[in-house]
């Protein structure tokens, strides 16, 4: 399982490097510069931090993920789950929708994954 943590700084800029990788190391300083108003040194300290960690590799200057996005964030909902929950997804949707209740198209989605696992099983 996927065990990288991001602190909120991480998480914004690794958002961006999702969004628009494949990306040329000198393009994500002018994004970071844009969105974050992030200097050209901040920029390659985070991301050389992230490469350290696993998450991404900056290649001859062009910057891609070694995770994606939806692997990264599903690793980190399971192991959510798993440590709040005892790994009981039953138990985390109760806790879910105690105070927000779900809508009819979030439980007709709901109702869906539940028909394609029943199919699969």
């Not at 985070?46 to 993920?65: D, H, P, Q, W, Y």
């Not at 209740?101 to 699969?120: L, N, T, V």
Request: proline letters at 3%.
């Amino acid at each position: 399982m996927i065990e990288i943590e991001l602190g909120e700084v991480q998480a914004r800029f690794a958002d961006i490097v999702w969004e628009n990788e494949p990306v040329g190391s000198g393009e994500l300083v002018k994004i970071c510069a844009d969105k974050l108003g992030w200097k050209k040194p901040t920029t390659y300290t985070v991301l050389r931090k992230l490469c350290e960690k696993g998450l991404f590799k900056n290649e001859n200057g062009t910057v891609t993920s070694v995770i994606s996005r939806d692997d990264f964030y599903s690793a980190k909902s399971e192991r959510f789950v798993e440590e709040t929950f005892d790994g009981s997804l039953p138990a985390f949707i109760a806790a879910f929708t105690s105070r927000k209740k779900p809508g009819k198209k979030e439980i007709e989605e709901i109702q869906k994954m539940i028909d394609s696992f029943r199919k699969e099983g």
